[in-house]
């Protein structure tokens, strides 16, 4: 195992998503990974299963950065939750500093455990200053909807749309995720490379989300990138990869289930 793969994430404690999904879905597919914890988000059982956010201080981000990129030599990053402007701007700052071959950026927005005027104010720090360092960006449903500008995403052709006007924002290439927010029988998902649109479909498995299936989307594009696979043939496993941890998800005493990380064969 000589590929190496780098996440900045938050951690989340349930071990569904975050910094935990990213890492097994890295090993999975046969890439040494390591992280950057950038928040600590842990689900309360006694309030509904509500989220709770604790941003780490920006200079142990700082600190992680400066470890990892010391240590290894790395040019493949994957961008998960960051969560307040402060921790934008460290980060922003180190991937600025050197040369990425490709930066994934999984643009986490308004976190549940935060309050709207922070999360806003977040929001508009990440699209101003890390999308534009993206080689890949891989908003879902709401995501897409919220950095394109539209009201309504319902059918291919919006996805489409919005996958075009996020493109325009600096980003080189935008894969929307239609999940089960879009209507259909089939999970869609649109490439789009500033030239070329692909849609990636295959049938639903289930009308539910899963926890973790985002995280593990986006980790397995960066593993397959760190392996030197283009970007479209890593979102094509990525996605095989997504649909069997949602067949194999696992079962908690939480209300959701969370992707289990399998490599997809052939």
């Not at 046969?30 to 950057?36: A, K, L, P």
């Not at 921790?87 to 990425?100: E, F, G, N, Q, Y």
């Not at 500033?194 to 299936?213: F, Q, Y």
Request: glycine share 10%; aromatic share 4%.
């Amino acid at each position: 195992m000589t590929n190496r793969a780098y996440v900045i994430a938050g951690s989340e404690a349930t071990g569904g998503a975050g910094i935990q999904a990213d890492l097994k879905a890295f090993q999975e597919l046969g890439v040494y990974g390591m992280g950057t914890i950038t928040c600590i988000v842990s689900f309360d059982p006694g309030n509904g299963w509500a989220h709770r956010f604790v941003p780490v201080d920006p200079s142990v981000i700082a600190d992680q950065i400066e470890a990892a990129t010391s240590c290894h030599d790395l040019d493949t990053v994957k961008i998960g939750m960051l969560g307040t402007p402060d921790t934008i701007d460290v980060v922003a700052k180190a991937l600025s500093a050197r040369p990425w071959r490709h930066v994934v950026l999984d643009p986490v927005l308004i976190c549940k455990g935060q309050e709207l005027g922070a999360a806003l104010d977040t929001d508009k720090a990440l699209t101003s200053q890390i999308l534009p360092l993206a080689t890949v960006i891989t908003p879902n449903h709401f995501e897409a909807r919220t950095l394109a500008g539209m009201e309504r995403i319902d059918t291919e052709e919006d996805l489409v749309e919005a996958a075009r006007r996020i493109h325009a924002l600096g980003p080189r290439h935008v894969i929307a995720k239609g999940g089960t927010e879009l209507p259909g029988p089939d999970a869609v998902d649109v490439h789009f490379d500033g030239e070329n649109t692909t849609v990636l479909r295959a049938p639903k498995i289930g009308r539910e989300r899963v926890s973790g299936a985002g995280c593990t989307f986006a980790a397995a594009i960066t593993a397959e990138l760190a392996k030197g696979a283009e970007v479209g043939e890593a979102a094509a496993t990525a996605k095989r990869m997504v649909r069997e941890g949602i067949a194999q998800r696992l079962t908690t005493h939480a209300p959701f289930a969370s992707v289990v990380p399998i490599a997809p064969q052939g």
